[in-house]
Nanobody, 122 residues
Framework: QVQLVESGGGSVQAGGSLRVSCAAS??????WAWFRQAHGKEREGVAAIRDGGERTYYDDSVKGRFAISRAKVNQTVFLQMNSLKPEDTAMYYCAAGWTGGSWSESRAWSYWGQGTQVTVSS
């Protein structure tokens, strides 16, 4: 049974930083993604990492502010979020089990965590 468990969300003022983590069990994968979903909006891809970190991908809205990485010894992926803005407020989800297609499409992923809330105040 595959389980993805996110942690590390919280509330921060604009300009601050947070790091969210995702620990996986029941799966061995080299391709991960982070998505977010703001209230009343569709889920959108934020960042992805594959091949041990040799390739990373970012949505334009977070380039230069967010960094995705993974632990070397276990199935854990991180999203370091800097210079946070109120528009970054959302539930953040990690995804695994890529089935093909664009990484930024939620339908490309089989497994999801329960999400962790990130709230950025102005």
């Amino acid at each position: 049974q595959v389980q993805l468990v996110e942690s590390g969300g919280g509330s921060v003022q604009a300009g601050g930083s947070l790091r969210v983590s995702c620990a996986a069990s029941g799966i061995s994968t080299t391709f991960w993604a982070w998505f977010r979903q703001a209230h009343g909006k569709e889920r959108e891809g934020v960042a992805a990492i594959r091949d041990g970190g040799e390739r990373t991908y970012y949505d334009d809205s977070v380039k230069g502010r967010f960094a995705i990485s993974r632990a070397k010894v276990n199935q854990t992926v991180f999203l370091q979020m800097n210079s946070l803005k109120p528009e970054d407020t959302a539930m953040y989800y990690c995804a695994a089990g890529w089935t093909g297609g664009s990484w930024s499409e939620s339908r490309a992923w089989s497994y999801w965590g329960q999400g962790t809330q990130v709230t950025v105040s102005s």
